[in-house]
C-alpha cells in the first residue's frame, strides 16, 4: 500500500483527494500546514508528500526545504499550486520538490505522477550522514560514535545535529538558542545545562573530545582529520 502524506490548508480539496486516492488504496494522513507536516514526518515514513504551497504558517517552499536540509529525507515531494510561471517552478525545484501540478488539475494526473515518481525508485538516502567518528540518522535521532550508540534526548541531538552543520566552524551560543528556543529561553541559562549533559554522553567515555568552547564564538565540534 502506498502511504501518502497530504499537507493541504484548502479541506475541501484534501478531502476530495483523500476520498480518490483511498478508493486506489492509498493510505492517506493528512496535514493543513507546513509545520505540522514535518511533525508527522519526524514520526512516520512516507512514499511520497503532496503538498500545497501557500499554506498559513509554513509554506510549502519552506517546508520542502526543511525536509531536505533539516529532517534530510529523500521522501518524494510533488506540489500543488495555481502559481504557473517559470520563476514560480525554479522555486520550487531549487525548494526540494521533484514535480510541479498547476491546480487546477485532474485527479487522475496527479495519480500517474505519484506513480511515475515511485517508478523511477527512491533517491539515493540522505537521512543518514557520516562525519568523521559520528554517523547521524536524522530520521530517527540517533547517533553513533565509533560505532557505539549514543543516547541523546532531542535538544542533545538537536544541538550536535546544528554543530555538525557548521563544522568545522564554530556557532555562537545566540545562534544556538535562537534555534532551540525561538520563543524564548524556559530558563536561566538552559543552554549550559544541555551542552553538559552532551559532553557527558559524548565525549566522557571517549579518548577525546567533540564538543569544544571556542572563547568568544560559542562551541564547535572537533571532528580529528
Given at each position: 500500500m502506498i502511504k501518502v502524506l497530504l499537507v493541504e490548508d484548502d479541506k475541501q480539496l484534501s478531502a476530495s483527494l483523500a476520498d480518490y486516492l483511498t478508493e486506489l488504496d492509498y493510505d492517506v494522513d493528512f496535514a493543513f500546514n507546513g509545520k505540522s507536516a514535518l511533525t508527522l514526518l519526524g514520526e512516520d515514513s512516507y512514499d511520497v508528500v503532496i503538498m500545497d504551497v501557500s499554506m498559513p504558517i509554513l509554506d510549502g517552499l519552506d517546508t520542502a526545504y526543511a525536509i531536505r536540509h533539516d529532517q534530510h529525507l529523500d521522501v518524494p515531494i510533488i506540489f500543488l499550486t495555481a502559481r504557473d510561471t517559470l520563476e514560480d517552478k525554479l522555486a520550487g525545484f531549487k525548494s526540494g520538490a521533484d514535480d510541479y501540478l498547476v491546480k487546477p488539475f485532474s485527479s487522475e494526473e496527479l495519480v500517474c505522477r505519484i506513480e511515475a515518481i515511485l517508478q523511477r525508485g527512491k533517491l539515493v538516502n540522505n537521512a543518514i550522514q557520516t562525519l568523521g567518528e559520528l554517523t547521524f540518522n536524522h530520521q530517527l535521532h540517533q547517533v553513533q560514535r565509533e560505532g557505539t550508540h549514543?543516547?541523546?534526548d532531542d535538544i542533545q541531538f538537536q544541538i550536535l545535529s546544528?554543530?555538525?552543520?557548521h563544522a568545522p566552524s564554530p556557532i555562537s551560543r545566540i545562534g544556538l538558542e535562537d534555534h532551540l528556543w525561538p520563543?524564548?529561553?524556559p530558563e536561566s541559562d538552559p543552554l549550559r545545562t544541555h551542552i553538559y549533559r552532551l559532553r557527558q554522553k559524548l565525549d566522557k567515555p571517549f579518548k577525546h573530545n567533540l564538543v569544544v568552547t571556542v572563547h568568544g564564538k560559542?562551541?564547535?565540534l572537533a571532528i580529528p582529520q
Open positions: 549514543i543516547e541523546l546544528l554543530l555538525a552543520k520563543e524564548g529561553l560559542g562551541y564547535r
